[in-house]
């Protein structure tokens, strides 16, 4: 049985900032994280505390499963790189951008920006020695990350999993990007969000005395090919729930938010909006852009 011991999520409104000085080991490291790794750490911080495992994981028999989303870019970043990158024509010159558009770029750039540093930055923080796994950059890699937890752990190479999506958006180089896939995601719909889940063996949460929140009941995860010369598949993503009581809100099956763009982070973000709620079962439903199809159920145990 997979338990769900942990759980948190963390979305910004526009403007928000977030801070995750008080979950890092080592506080000089702070000017190391971009938006993302703080994200990332927040939620996971938040989630181990949750679980009652801030401060007892077991180090080398945890696993960290995360998704991240695309690579973010403030326009004050790139635009010196780029100024530095064109010739006389006004062109871009890869010979000058070796020579020196390179040279402008921030010396901490790469650690804000690059796809593995929030899970460095989580397992720096947290203490996690286990096995991991990155993936990039949807939803639809959130769920494989999922999928490759819940095998771990049912192989018994873990007692622990975190699994963590993570997403910084609202930035310069994803909101380009954004506006120019099939089926285009204004920037008023694009946030920045992490959100993560503890799953445990249900043999050492109760070794350890820890209370359950609820279970992952199920997890498919299926891939349908297509032409990538030709139009890519719709995105949807959907939520059906059954709540505990009437005034709860009652079942039903909505999409999120009014097509909130969350990335990798949807999946857990929906999962802890619902049993916040009320919920006690929670079906997440996934047709991703990259052709992955997924689905989850959730168990909420209700005290």
């Not at 910004?12 to 506080?27: N, Q, T, V």
């Not at 696993?63 to 989303?69: D, E, I, P, Q, S």
């Not at 975190?162 to 694009?190: F, S, T």
């Not at 009437?246 to 949807?266: F, I, M, N, R, V």
Request: hydrophobic share 45%; net charge negative.
């Amino acid at each position: 049985m997979t338990l769900v011991t942990g759980l948190a999520s963390v979305v910004l409104s526009p403007g928000d900032a977030c801070d995750p000085s008080p979950f890092l080991r080592e506080k000089k490291s702070r000017k190391y994280l971009g938006l993302q790794d703080a994200l990332a750490v927040v939620s996971a911080g938040r989630a181990l505390a949750a679980a009652g495992l801030a401060a007892s994981l077991p180090g080398e028999r945890t696993g960290l499963y995360l998704a991240v989303g695309y690579i973010p870019f403030l326009e004050r970043d790139i635009a010196p790189v780029l100024e530095g990158s064109l010739d006389e024509r006004g062109d871009f010159s890869p010979t000058r951008f070796g020579a020196e558009g390179y040279t402008r770029a921030h010396p901490l750039l790469a650690f804000r920006c690059l796809p593995n540093m929030p899970a460095y930055h989580v397992a720096a923080s947290f203490g996690v020695e286990g096995p991991y796994a990155v993936l990039y950059p949807s939803a639809g890699q959130l769920y494989l990350a999922l999928e490759e937890a819940v095998q771990a752990l049912d192989r018994g190479e873990i007692d622990v999993a975190l699994v963590v999506g993570v997403a910084h958006q609202r930035n310069y180089l994803v909101e380009h990007h954004m506006r120019r896939i099939d089926d285009p995601v204004p920037r008023d719909r694009l946030f920045d969000a992490s959100a993560t889940v503890v799953l445990e063996r249900g043999a050492h949460a109760a070794g350890r005395g820890a209370p359950a929140l609820g279970e992952l009941a199920s997890v498919a995860v299926a891939y349908a090919p297509f032409d990538p010369l030709s139009r890519a598949p719709a995105k949807r993503e959907a939520v059906a729930v059954a709540s505990s009581t009437q005034a709860d809100g009652g079942g039903g099956d909505a999409a999120l938010d009014a097509g909130a763009e969350l990335g990798p982070a949807s999946p857990l973000v929906a999962l802890a909006r619902a049993w916040e709620r009320g919920a006690v079962e929670v079906v997440h439903r996934l047709e991703g852009r990259d052709g992955i199809t997924a689905e989850s159920r959730w168990l909420r145990r209700v005290s």
